[in-house]
């Protein structure tokens, strides 16, 4: 990918803050502050906001703020001029910027999922779909080398689709623009996370009919990332923070989809607990989130096999330079 960081630092810094941790006013100057930046807000990352939820932040000590980058490259712009501390993004960002050989590059230290969590929509209700039925059609995608894309592309090649022949993808549209852009005739066909897709569904306005977590397999989707200045020198920050999204792992592992649901109904106040809970259900059914924070070399290894086979990448990253494991190795040793 094209000089990846200098896109990202003149690239314009959409961050819009959405939430934090609330901790009780005595309690506020225990806690270190902590600047999260999310790719995007989607139940997808339901793990995250019950440790936001339940307060398992503030009980590692940590007065935690979220803000959205809407895109792996605008939540990676954040880490790199220090606007955030800590980023929920693809690994692919991290594969980017190493390549360009920037110094102090940011480096991955918790997964979270480990399927894809978004889900492809038709026009019509397709309750026999076959990928094959997208000969023909054209299909709302990602950014270009974005893991959403990558993962649409992977897919497809999967299933003997040739792209631009067989299938047209659209990749011009915002991430936060295709919904509407969906709804507005463009596409036969539009690939979201959720809640947009069920929202998309239970509004008519289209029918899930495949999911690309189900087709892709196992991937390290997306994962927990921080720049190696600042996991040096503030270790215990981020040892804290690993604690407490693996309380929210292990959390969200215990307890049924519903009850996930109304704990985290407050981080999507247009969304019913009952919309809510089918979306939980579907991401369990298909083992969206990892029980554990360790981010394994196989998953490692399987990202740059997509991005190869997408054309995205420009050299093999050694697993050691990129991901640490020491930090989710020793939450899951005081656990």
């Given at each position: 990918m094209k000089k990846f960081i200098s896109l990202l630092l003149t690239g314009g810094m959409t961050l819009s803050l959405l939430s934090?941790?609330?901790?009780?006013?005595?309690?506020?100057?225990?806690?270190?502050?902590?600047?999260?930046?999310?790719?995007?807000?989607?139940?997808?990352?339901?793990?995250?906001?019950?440790?936001?939820?339940?307060?398992?932040?503030?009980?590692?000590?940590?007065?935690?703020?979220?803000?959205?980058?809407?895109?792996?490259?605008?939540?990676?712009?954040?880490?790199?001029?220090?606007?955030?501390?800590?980023?929920?993004?693809?690994?692919?960002?991290?594969?980017?910027?190493?390549?360009?050989?920037?110094?102090?590059?940011?480096?991955?230290?918790?997964?979270?999922?480990?399927?894809?969590?978004n889900f492809l929509v038709s026009r019509t209700d397709e309750p026999d779909f076959k990928w094959d039925d997208l000969k023909g059609k054209s299909v709302i995608g990602g950014r270009l080398g974005g893991m959403p894309e990558m993962v649409l592309e992977y897919v497809l090649k999967e299933n003997g689709l040739k792209l631009n022949e067989d299938?047209?993808?659209?990749?011009?549209?915002?991430?936060?623009?295709?919904?509407?852009?969906?709804?507005?005739?463009?596409?036969?066909?539009?690939?979201?996370?959720?809640?947009?897709?069920?929202?998309?569904?239970?509004?008519?306005?289209?029918?899930?009919?495949?999911?690309?977590?189900?087709a892709s397999g196992y991937v390290p989707y997306t994962v927990y990332m921080a720049r190696d200045e600042f996991m040096n020198s503030h270790p215990e920050t981020i040892e804290a923070f690993t604690r407490a999204i693996y309380k929210g792992q292990i959390w969200v592992k215990e307890h049924t989809a519903e009850e996930i649901a109304k704990v985290v109904s407050p981080q999507f106040p247009d969304s019913d607990v009952a919309t809510l809970t089918t979306i939980i259900e579907r991401y369990k059914a298909q083992d969206t989130w990892k029980e554990d924070p360790v981010f394994s070399e196989e998953g490692f290894t399987l990202i740059q096999d997509i991005m190869e086979q997408g054309g995205q990448l420009a050299q093999r990253v050694p697993f050691t330079d990129l991901v640490r494991t020491d930090f989710a190795q020793d939450a899951m040793k005081k656990s």
């Open positions: 934090g941790c609330s901790p009780k006013p005595e309690a506020q100057a225990e806690l270190t502050p902590v600047r999260l930046n999310e790719v995007v807000h989607s139940v997808f990352y339901a793990p995250q906001y019950v440790a936001q939820e339940l307060g398992f932040f503030e009980e590692e000590g940590l007065d935690v703020t979220v803000a959205i980058g809407n895109g792996a490259d605008k939540s990676m712009t954040a880490l790199l001029s220090d606007s955030a501390d800590i980023a929920l993004l693809g690994t692919e960002a991290g594969i980017y910027v190493y390549n360009e050989g920037k110094e102090n590059y940011p480096k991955a230290f918790l997964q979270l999922t480990q399927r894809a969590g299938v047209e993808i659209i990749n011009n549209i915002d991430f936060s623009s295709t919904a509407g852009a969906f709804t507005g005739n463009v596409g036969d066909y539009t690939v979201e996370f959720e809640p947009v897709a069920t929202t998309l569904e239970s509004s008519g306005s289209g029918h899930i009919v495949a999911s690309l977590g189900a």
